[in-house]
């Protein structure tokens, strides 16, 4: 590519301008996206939590009947 194909692709002022604000909406909704992705990833983290606690306490209460059984 040649100078005078360079300089025939340079933008006006506008164009940067309007590239600009364009680039801050689109920055603004990535923003947006990557924290409901978080906000749904703790969510979900929370959740499996939740259950996996649950699963524990269940399977010790599970082994604490077995081994009273086997006392008796």
Do not use: W, Y
Request: charged content about 25%; glycine content about 2%; overall charge positive.
């Amino acid at each position: 590519m040649d100078f005078m194909n360079l300089t025939q692709q340079t933008k006006s002022p506008d164009d940067l301008s309007e590239a600009l604000a364009e680039c801050k909406a689109f920055a603004k909704r990535g923003h947006i996206l990557a924290n409901d992705a978080v906000s749904l990833l703790n969510r979900v983290v929370n959740n499996v939590s939740e259950k996996l606690q649950s699963e524990i306490i269940n399977l010790q209460v599970k082994n604490n009947i077995q081994m009273n059984l086997k006392k008796q």
